[in-house]
T-cell receptor
């Protein structure tokens, strides 16, 4: 199993551009999450999903959108990039009744 | 809303010395508790977790943590630090019936040769 994979690893965007961060897991997990990590702030939940077709906002959803059309994929969309979205983004997943969240390697995004 | 407090954003210990990283949580009921480790430029990896049962939990790489309900704490310890332990450590909590994790702000551990 590859676990949780994320693409791209790095990206530089200009203000106002849009992009999609990809996340795929091959563990047949129902639950998937997007976090952002900023220095000294820990991880903040952006959006999460409890299964295909079901998504919900986390703690910091503004400026982001998600979709969950399949169990495996949970892309995160930035429509109008802003410097405040410069961060490291992590995708994670866990199965029903499984307490451990498995994390991807992250995407480092810079908005200039 | 529950919260997690990690005392000390940076901790330095000498190689071979005791490692103690502190975590306190606020929750009306005993939650599930986790410690994750993040090595430079990598994702988070589970070190150990407490769900139910024995309050002293052993994890990977010689780490352990003890759930103390009366102190609402879940401190992480390792008897003898190794250079490879240098990383950032995150405490997290999850309430029963809720899959979402709440993370602390992290503690960066530096090992002094």
């Amino acid at each position: 199993n590859a676990g949780v994979t994320q693409t791209p690893k790095f990206r530089i965007l200009k203000i106002g551009q849009s992009m999609t961060l990809q996340c795929t897991q091959d563990m047949n997990h129902n639950y998937m999450y997007w976090y952002r990590q900023d220095p000294g702030m820990g991880l903040k939940l952006i959006y999460y999903s409890v299964g295909a077709g079901i998504t919900d906002k986390g703690e910091v959803p503004n400026g982001y959108n998600v979709s969950r059309s399949t169990t495996e994929d949970f892309p995160l969309r930035l429509e109008l990039a802003a410097p405040s979205q410069t961060s490291v983004y992590f995708c994670a997943s866990n199965g029903q009744g499984n307490n451990e969240q498995f994390f991807g390697p992250g995407t480092r995004l810079t908005v200039l | 809303a529950q919260s997690v407090t990690q005392l000390g954003s940076h901790v330095s210990v000498s190689e071979g010395a005791l490692v103690l990283l502190r975590c306190n949580y606020s929750s009306s009921v005993p939650p599930y508790l986790f410690w994750y480790v993040q090595y430079p430029n990598q994702g988070l990896q589970l070190l150990l977790k407490y769900t139910t049962g024995a309050t002293l939990v052993k994890g990977i790489n010689g780490f352990e943590a003890e759930f103390k309900k009366s102190e609402t704490s879940f401190h992480l310890t390792k008897p003898s630090a190794h250079m490879s332990d240098a990383a950032e450590y995150f405490c997290a909590v999850r309430n029963f019936g809720n899959e979402k994790l709440t993370f602390g702000t992290g503690t960066r551990l530096t090992i002094i040769p």
